[in-house]
């Protein structure tokens, strides 16, 4: 158990004995206080401030857990981006060089290895069909045209899969479907090779 659960545990508890000892201790002080001025008023007011600084301090630790949570998960996704975007600058590196170098394929290695951090398990999946038609494109160390287009609709495939893992919930809110969106982005390599 972390530690803001058990703050929040104390919290909540440290409250209700707060209400619970208040109510008593109302009950008491009020036939008590009977003849004494305002006194009833005045127990009354201890034990809401007590009751709101302990409702409002249980409320700010949840939202600082709320707050961190967010901003781990935001944390993430921008590795998770820059991931993908290291990526795909070594792949353009690779179909843009006539002849591939084996300092290229070490940089393609270790972006493989954060890929196994970051990535979802289909971007996985589809990175290693990728791997496949690189390596059968580059089988030979040249990069022809032929085989930059063959390895270009690979990463079009990729893409999707990329796409769909940092935008997914974004792009069920849109006006397109997924198909619609996978079939442009296939379509946009085929118009660009």
């Not at 009020?30 to 001025?37: C, E, V, W």
């Not at 967010?70 to 600058?89: A, G, M, R």
């Not at 996985?124 to 030979?140: C, M, P, R, T, W």
Request: aromatic share 8%; proline share 2%.
């Amino acid at each position: 158990m972390n530690q803001l659960s058990k703050t929040n545990i104390f919290l909540t508890l440290l409250s209700a004995i707060t209400f619970v000892g208040g109510y008593f201790f109302l009950r008491l002080a009020y036939h008590m206080s009977d003849k004494m001025p305002f006194t009833q008023e005045i127990v009354l007011v201890i034990l809401g401030t007590l009751a709101t600084v302990l409702i409002t301090a249980l409320l700010l630790n949840k939202q600082t857990t709320i707050e961190l949570e967010k901003e781990q998960s935001v944390k993430f996704i921008e590795l998770k981006t820059q991931t993908y975007q290291q990526l795909i600058d070594s792949i353009e590196e690779i179909a843009s060089t006539p002849e591939v170098q084996s300092s290229m394929l070490n940089k393609l290695r270790f972006n493989s290895h954060r890929l196994a951090i970051f990535a979802s398990p289909a971007v996985l999946d589809e990175y290693e069909n990728f791997l496949d038609v690189l390596n059968k494109q580059i089988a030979d160390k040249h990069v022809s045209s032929q085989d930059a287009d063959a390895i270009s609709q690979a990463l079009a495939k990729l893409t999707i899969y990329i796409r769909r893992d940092l935008l997914g919930e974004l792009d069920t809110q849109s006006h397109h479907t997924q198909q619609e969106i996978d079939s442009q982005i296939l379509e946009n390599a085929k118009h660009y090779v």
